[in-house]
């Protein structure tokens, strides 16, 4: 079986996800820490653990330095440009693995992901617009319309990629 | 939270790392080690100059300039020494090119090895031997007996036979299983050759003699087809064998072995 970045990516939404929704449910753990910051380093965690079961192949080990990356500069409160975060993850891939440069898939993953959060802010503005006009249930054929609209743009964009 | 325009002008910091580690690739030969510690030192006092300059001339804009091009020169080095070094590093396991194709005799410890346990994987002798041990001396003898003619003085009779010689489940190994030093002799890789390649007939032995093989057996063309042989020959044996126990024919054999000689062809 082949572990990709995008495994290791959905599993560690999926266990960012399962951990925010297990820290609301205590008062106590959300005082001593914020539960978006706890569902990010649990998710970290949980795909550092599986990429680990995996093997720790070489696209694994890339993603969980993006990861690890894109963690650390949320729980900082750092808002830096999507370029820059991209660019410190590369940094950090290749202080691990200089020889991931030579790999076709390291400048397909990075481009593809480059693309995505190049075009992202205008289509997330958008979407935002779309929601905001109504609330409640009358809102869910707009989100299910936006959502669409994400995933369609993200295929798009991935396949040439 | 830091200001989109800082974030910005960082990004030329990471560029000239990568720009760094793809120059280091191009080299055809490393440096000695010293000179990458030396070129990263270097860079990582250029780093920390302009990290510190930046802060000191922030009105002046030629300066930040030129100190902002310290800090891309810098990062550049940083890259090219770290990843030189990290290649120096992992070509210093290797052996030296110099002994390419030569004998090595190589000395070292077997720490441990396979032991002997409930639910470890034991070789057929001693598996038949361990279940011929739990039996009485009459079962044993059924046993042996029950096996074909021709296989009754063989491994599988032996072992059936002397079944309590074997020591009992969670007794120690054997003295020969215990850490050994041992004297190997290797030889270094060649182009082309498999380096797990392992002949079915050396398979076969070291099973039989209750050892067991690790790394992966191929079965190459070549050797396929000395088993196929193998086994050819073992079946025309046989089958002469047989024509040989037949009343009346034990001689003429012989006589046609002889008859194909080239004086009595002549």
């Known amino acids: 079986m082949s572990i990709s970045g995008l495994h290791v990516t959905v599993f560690a939404w999926l266990a960012g996800l399962a951990v925010g929704a297990a820290w609301r449910l205590s008062m106590r753990a959300m005082l001593r820490l914020?539960?978006?910051?706890?569902?990010?380093a649990g998710g970290l965690?949980?795909?550092?653990?599986?990429?680990?079961?995996a093997g720790w192949g070489v696209p694994s080990r890339r993603t969980i330095w993006m990861l690890a990356t894109v963690t650390l500069l949320r729980v900082a409160g750092l808002?830096?440009?999507?370029?820059?975060?991209l660019l410190v993850a590369a940094f950090v891939v290749t202080l691990f693995d200089p020889w991931a440069l030579t790999q076709p898939g390291f400048w397909l993953s990075f481009m593809a992901v480059g693309l995505l959060m190049a075009s992202s802010?205008?289509?997330?503005a958008l979407s935002d617009a779309a929601t905001d006009v109504t609330t409640g249930w009358r809102s869910w054929p707009a989100r299910f319309v936006a959502a669409s609209r994400g995933g369609l743009r993200t295929?798009?964009?991935?396949?040439?990629? | 939270m830091a200001a989109p325009g800082i974030g910005g002008r960082l990004v030329a910091l990471p560029l000239a790392w990568l720009a760094g580690v793809a120059l280091q690739l191009q080299q055809s030969e490393l440096w000695l080690l010293d000179a990458y510690v030396l070129v990263l030192a270097s860079a990582a006092?250029?780093?920390e100059v302009t990290v510190l300059a930046t802060r000191a001339l922030a009105a002046r804009a030629f300066a930040r300039r030129a100190v902002a091009l310290v800090g891309v020169v810098g990062a550049l080095a940083a890259g090219f020494a770290a990843s030189g070094w990290q290649a120096k590093l992992r070509l210093a396991d290797s052996l030296p090119s110099a002994l390419e194709g030569q004998d090595i005799v190589?000395?070292?410890?077997?720490?441990?090895?396979?032991?002997?346990?409930?639910?470890a994987a034991l070789p057929l002798r001693d598996r038949r031997r361990r279940r011929a041990g739990r039996r009485s001396a009459a079962a044993r003898a059924r046993l042996v007996r029950r096996l074909p003619r021709r296989r009754r003085a063989g491994p599988a009779a032996r072992g059936a036979a002397r079944g309590p010689a074997l020591a009992p489940h969670g007794a120690p190994a054997p003295a020969a299983r215990q850490p050994a030093r041992l004297r190997l002799r290797a030889r270094a890789?060649?182009?082309?050759r498999s380096r797990h390649r392992l002949r079915p007939r050396r398979a076969g032995d070291a099973a039989r003699h209750g050892r067991r093989l690790s790394g992966r057996a191929t079965a190459p063309a070549r050797a396929r087809r000395d088993l196929f042989a193998r086994r050819r020959s073992s079946r025309r044996r046989r089958a002469r064998g047989a024509r040989d126990r037949r009343p009346g024919r034990g001689s003429s054999a012989t006589t046609g072995t002889c008859s194909a000689t080239p004086e009595s062809r002549i």
């Open chain 2, 45 to 47: 006092l250029a780093v």
């Open chain 2, 189 to 192: 890789a060649r182009a082309g």
């Open chain 1, 34 to 40: 914020p539960a978006p910051t706890a569902a990010q």
């Open chain 1, 121 to 124: 802010t205008a289509t997330t």
């Open chain 2, 106 to 119: 190589v000395t070292g410890v077997v720490a441990s090895l396979p032991q002997q346990g409930e639910r």
């Open chain 1, 155 to 161: 295929q798009v964009i991935a396949t040439p990629a």
């Open chain 1, 45 to 53: 965690i949980a795909a550092t653990a599986y990429a680990f079961f």
């Open chain 1, 79 to 85: 808002r830096w440009p999507w370029a820059l975060v």
